[in-house]
């Protein structure tokens, strides 16, 4: 951005014309939070064209009163011994800043749909449709998150133009490549990515053991034959068992519906007989429930 170019203040003014009368004001970010997410946003933030505060969750009363132009909230919600969430500091926090502010919120804070409802029912749908976007990130090392070639964006299509322009002129971010989509929709693909790490990470701890307890391999060795086999990356096996039934020639679709769509695979079984480890597998397989 030039000298000459008229600097943003407001979030409801990042889509609107040019005013003729030049702003000498700076565009306020905040930033609530003291985790990972926290930090990635602050050091991305090129501070000569934006002001911006960090502050704790308990400070949003002094972040209220700045009365800044965009919030990334980035504070951690307490989950509960029974895995469920404690995400009201969280919603109380959006509440306030969406009756005191004009600030549009950028969410980093992983949430589920519980919690989106939550916060829907709090604040109302029409705010939102225009002044939220959930970006959650997929890494937990913050390098990899300023470097991150993918940035997922939820939210209505207005919401999601304002915080890419913003982004793009006063951030770090690689973002190669934005996805984007509704809400709902992106949180699901957050959580349904952290899945699919847990289980891969898991498979590979169990496998490496496996090997280790049987002998004659090395699994060192075994994991990077495996990393160069193109099957790694396949995108067929995201489609669920019985849609691809009709042309897997081992399970029939009546099966794979009876199934609830485990994968039934004599290989597998295989594996899965040698050794009481894998215990991914034998859910995958679901081998004592497998009907012939």
């Known amino acids: 951005m030039s000298d000459n170019d008229e600097k943003i203040i407001?979030?409801?003014?990042?889509?609107?014309?040019?005013?003729?009368?030049?702003?000498?004001?700076?565009?306020?970010?905040?930033?609530?939070g003291q985790n990972y997410l926290a930090q990635s946003v602050r050091v991305s933030l090129d501070t000569k064209s934006i002001d911006y505060k960090h502050l704790d969750a308990h400070d949003?009363?002094?972040?209220?009163?700045?009365?800044?132009?965009?919030?990334?909230?980035?504070?951690?919600?307490p989950l509960l011994p029974n895995n469920s969430v404690d995400d009201a500091v969280f919603i109380d926090n959006i509440l306030k800043l969406s009756k005191k502010t004009d600030s549009?919120?950028?969410?980093?804070?992983?949430?589920?749909?519980?919690?989106?409802?939550?916060?829907?029912?709090?604040?109302?749908?029409?705010f939102i449709q225009t002044k939220v976007v959930y970006s959650p990130?997929?890494?937990?090392?913050?390098?990899?998150?300023?470097?991150?070639?993918?940035?997922?964006?939820?939210?209505?299509?207005?919401?999601?133009?304002?915080l890419k322009e913003i982004m793009m002129n006063v951030t770090s971010y690689s973002m190669k490549e934005i996805i984007t989509?509704?809400?709902?929709?992106?949180?699901?693909?957050?959580?349904?990515l952290s899945g699919f790490k847990a289980v891969k990470q898991t498979y590979f701890n169990q496998l490496h053991?496996?090997?280790?307890?049987?002998?004659?391999?090395?699994?060192t060795a075994v994991r990077r034959l495996m990393l160069r086999h193109p099957l790694l990356t396949d995108i067929t096996l995201t489609i669920p068992t019985y849609i691809r039934a009709s042309v897997d020639s081992e399970v029939s679709y009546k099966q794979a519906i009876s199934y609830g769509g485990e994968y039934a695979n004599s290989d597998v079984k295989l594996l899965v007989g040698m050794t009481d480890k894998l215990t991914v597998l034998d859910?995958?397989?679901?081998?004592?429930?497998?009907?012939?």
Do not use: Y
């Open 10 to 32: 407001s979030w409801d003014d990042v889509d609107q014309p040019k005013r003729k009368k030049q702003s000498q004001n700076k565009f306020r970010i905040g930033i609530l």
């Open 60 to 77: 949003i009363d002094a972040l209220v009163d700045w009365q800044p132009a965009l919030v990334f909230v980035c504070t951690d919600i």
């Open 104 to 126: 549009g919120i950028c969410i980093k804070t992983t949430i589920n749909h519980d919690t989106f409802n939550t916060l829907t029912a709090a604040v109302g749908n029409p």
């Open 137 to 162: 990130e997929v890494s937990e090392n913050m390098d990899d998150i300023l470097n991150g070639e993918f940035v997922l964006l939820g939210g209505s299509s207005a919401s999601v133009k304002s």
């Open 181 to 192: 989509d509704t809400i709902p929709n992106i949180i699901f693909t957050k959580l349904g």
């Open 209 to 219: 053991q496996t090997i280790l307890d049987i002998g004659g391999s090395n699994p």
């Open 283 to 292: 859910e995958c397989v679901n081998i004592r429930n497998l009907k012939d």
